[in-house]
């Protein structure tokens, strides 16, 4: 008589990187779907953490009720988090999650799921950084053989720079800009050498503010600091032998702040070591998660 294997359905996988910014989605087999949180009333992510857990957990619900199995296995939820995650948002992480219909949530750091993401060789003996500039978290690691050596993290990022030109061209001009002029002018200001940026604005009379590069420098120059003494603090901080390590492997740059002109150059003026942006560094958060959902299920990444 042939015995005839059972095979019993199991939960699916779905990864999340529940960003300040941006909610990506990616279940197993399948490909990211990106949210912008603009379009959420409120706030319900702040510099990385949930801060409003009602709002999280009806965004992600009705997403997660597509991966219910025969009705009683609900999904199990990989899901990004900063490295100096704290107890009680830790808890409200959670909370969000369980009411959104996560049956099983597990809580990965986000620059561990960034190294995935970006295809570091995770076999490699010698360890690796990983630096991700995100909407309203900076979180920095050193990396071996796939796990966190060290890290370091401070709730500063892309929004940072926005409300800090905000808030000078409100005090300074009487102007109130948009989300989106603000960008303008960081993404103009971030380089080492700011030139002259001009931001039609969105105003009746169509004014537009011409900033000089100085202006956007002094704006700007503080919280670039702060971002770049993310990276610097956790070199300093770390064993000389790591430190040596990173200066022949580099660094790994992702997150939005990847993509601010000069941002990249900064940083490796900074720590003097070279650093290096992989092809998406906004998706590899999440396509990291996915790829360590795949391997917890037995497939290979
Ligand atoms: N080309 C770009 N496309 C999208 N965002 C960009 C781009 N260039 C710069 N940015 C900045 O990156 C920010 C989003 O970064 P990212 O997606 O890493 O944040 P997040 O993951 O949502 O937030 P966090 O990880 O800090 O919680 C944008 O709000 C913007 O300021
Ligand atoms: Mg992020």
């Given at each position: 008589m042939t015995a005839i294997p059972l095979r019993f359905p199991r939960r699916c996988t779905v990864a999340i990187d529940l960003g300040t910014a941006f909610l990506r989605i990616a279940p197993e087999r399948f490909g990211v779907v990106t949210m912008p949180m603009a379009n959420t009333a409120g706030a319900p992510?702040?510099?990385?953490?949930?801060?409003?857990?009602?709002t999280v957990a009806e965004m992600l619900r009705p997403v997660l009720s597509k991966f219910w199995r025969l009705g009683i296995l609900g999904p199990r939820v990989l899901v990004g988090a900063p490295t100096d995650l704290r107890e009680k948002e830790r808890a409200t992480l959670v909370g969000a999650l369980s009411a959104s219909g996560a049956n099983s949530i597990e809580i990965i750091p986000e620059p561990q799921a960034s190294a995935v993401g970006a295809g570091l060789d995770l076999s490699s003996p010698y360890a690796q950084m990983v630096v991700d500039v995100g909407e309203g978290v900076t979180d920095c690691a050193i990396i071996r053989e796939g796990?966190?050596?060290?890290s370091h993290?401070?709730?500063?990022?892309?929004?940072?720079?926005?409300e800090r030109v905000r808030r000078t061209v409100l005090q300074k001009w009487g102007l109130c800009l948009t989300p989106e002029e603000a960008e303008k002018i960081v993404q103009a200001g971030v380089s080492a050498s700011p030139r002259m940026t001009a931001v039609p604005l969105s105003t009746?009379?169509?004014?537009?503010?011409i900033i000089r590069p100085e202006e956007v420098r002094e704006v700007l120059e503080p919280i670039i600091e702060e971002i770049l003494a993310v990276s610097t603090t956790l070199l300093q901080n770390a064993p000389h032998a790591l430190g040596c390590e990173i200066i022949e492997s580099g660094i790994v740059l992702t997150g939005g702040g990847a993509l601010l002109p000069g941002l990249r150059k900064r940083l490796a003026r900074a720590t003097d070591i070279h650093v290096t942006i992989p092809n998406d560094p906004l998706g590899t958060v999440v396509t990291g998660l996915q790829k360590m959902g795949a391997g917890m299920n037995g497939e290979a990444y």
């Open positions: 992510m702040r510099g990385g953490v949930v801060a409003d857990p009602l796990k966190i050596v060290t993290a401070s709730r500063v990022g892309c929004s940072t720079l926005r009746a009379n169509s004014e537009t503010l």
